[in-house]
Nanobody, 119 residues
Framework: QVQLVESGGGLVQAGGSLRLSCAAS????????MGWYRQAPGNQRELVAS???????KYADSVKGRFTISRDNAKNTIYLQMNTLKPEDTAVYYC?????????????WGQGTQVTVSS
């Protein structure tokens, strides 16, 4: 069973920083892409940042210049460094992977980690 486990969320003041981690485990054959999504109450889930197998990255306009996504293939782990956090960044952050595993191919989601930014 493939699992994604997020960590690093918490409560910070505006202007502060957090670093999220997402580790994938299980019978993984290949990870094509991984990304971070977020969802605030009453809002749709949106893509925050993604990184592909060729290390191409994509960011939401609202986080460009503040957030950085990175990948450690040896650990099947991605990170999201979040700087200059704003109250608008408050949301549950979810890790996603597009992967091929033993008897499975498709998307896998983590359970989410809460990020709260106070004014």
């Amino acid at each position: 069973q493939v699992q994604l486990v997020e960590s690093g969320g918490g409560l910070v003041q505006a202007g502060g920083s957090l670093r999220l981690s997402c580790a994938a485990s299980g019978p993984i054959i290949r990870i094509n892409a991984m990304g971070w999504y977020r969802q605030a109450p009453g809002n749709q889930r949106e893509l925050v940042a993604s990184i592909t197998s060729d290390y191409s990255t994509k960011y939401a306009d609202s986080v460009k210049g503040r957030f950085t996504i990175s990948r450690d293939n040896a650990k099947n782990t991605i990170y999201l460094q979040m700087n200059t956090l704003k109250p608008e960044d408050t949301a549950v952050y979810y890790c996603n992977a597009d992967l091929t595993a033993w008897k499975y191919r498709g998307d896998v989601w983590g359970q989410g980690t809460q990020v709260t930014v106070s004014s």
